[in-house]
């Protein structure tokens, strides 16, 4: 199945997304760590910050910290949230928040219970299988979400909603060949799409940016591969951090429906 899959509705409109960009930009153009590879780019670090400055939850878990960078970055949108940042080696901070709490392990292995997750969101940017990610969600009490890896089939190294709605399973590209012994693989199916229609009250893919004519892979943007929304600006728009614009992750936003 490839298409652009959405569920329920957010509170926000593409004109509010294109009218926040110039924002952005200002924001952006303050980060601690210029090029910060390995982490959020340009366009993922403007829908993980756009996303957020309307959400404003109360309580944010940002699993997968890397430099600090995110960390910045969603201070910027949510000053006033609680945060608590997890990863399972924080030897590599650039920036390090005197507001954040910082725990050096998986979010499985975190207890929660003390937390008031009524207004909480869970920003995942560590490179894990999001179906366990959601179920252990669902376990700690968390009901929503955002997802950065978010790759189609064939893409990226995780197993991630979009390769479950796709039907897709899992296999690192380069180990196709002797995927069943790989850790890791998922065959296709379509359980884990319709456990997905069950368990999620909502699912929102943030749209790209920009559209370069070839993906950063050097293959052709066609849907069959590669569902994607249409791009917030036109292709003739100059832009500064268009060529941040190929990192482009597919991340989500979601909602787990209530139990
Ligand atoms: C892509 S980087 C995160 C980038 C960061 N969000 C940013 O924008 O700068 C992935 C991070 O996930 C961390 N990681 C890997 N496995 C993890 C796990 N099980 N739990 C939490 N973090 C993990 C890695 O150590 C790494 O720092």
Redesign the pocket.
Known sequence: MNEIIEIGDVPWTLSDIANSYTEFKHVYSQRP?VD?A???KAP??FACWFMLKQLQPGLII?????????TW?IEQACPDAELVC????LR?LQYRSSNARYIE???SLVNFSEYDKANSLCFF????NALTRLQQMKWKGFNAAMF??NYPKRRGDCYSLKKMFGGDGFALETAEQDSAQTAGYIEPNTTHREELYQALALYYEFPPLFKEPMTRWGDSWDNTHYPTKPPVFAANVEDELRDEALHYTWMCYLKLKAA
Do not use: C, Y
Request: cysteine-free; aromatic content about 6%.
């Open positions: 760590i910060n390995g982490g959020m993922h670090a940002e699993s997968g910290v890397w430099k600090g960078q995110g970055l997890l990863d399972i080696n590599r392990k998986d979010f940017d560590d490179h894990q950065e890896d």
